[in-house]
């Protein structure tokens, strides 16, 4: 059973950086989506970013464009979020969603990561 892990968050300052990092757990084919989602105290889900492993497209919420930034380790099947210039409104539990194809069947399904919190004070 493929699980996302992630990891990184943490307590940070206004105009701090944090690297928030997606792994799968198991044993997996490709990656073929990688969203991240965050969620603050009494709002709702917010998309955030959609990177795509296959064709390097990457597309970002306004609400980060500038200040957040998608990378891959191809060889480690993980996948990181920048986050630089971060403000108290950036506040919020982050998720990872992957589309993943998993091994031995090859069936591609969606992942959730579990969620790491960010907060963003003085």
């Known amino acids: 059973q493929v699980q996302l892990v992630e990891s990184g968050g943490g307590l940070v300052q206004p105009g701090g950086s944090l690297r928030l990092s997606c792994t799968p757990s198991g044993l997996i084919y490709s990656i073929y989506r990688m969203r991240w989602f965050r969620q603050g105290v009494g709002k709702q889900r917010e998309w955030i970013v959609t990177?795509?492993?296959?064709?390097?497209?990457?597309n970002y919420a306004d609400s980060v464009r500038s200040r957040f930034s998608v990378s891959r380790d191809n060889a480690k099947n993980t996948t990181y979020l920048q986050m630089n210039n971060l403000r108290p409104e950036d506040t919020a539990v982050y998720y990872c969603?992957?589309?993943?194809?998993?091994?031995?069947?090859?069936?591609?399904?969606?992942?959730w990561g579990q969620g790491t919190q960010v907060t963003v004070s003085s």
């Open positions: 969603n992957g589309q993943i194809q998993t091994m031995p069947n090859g069936r591609l399904d969606d992942y």
């Open positions: 990177s795509s492993p296959t064709d390097s497209a990457t």
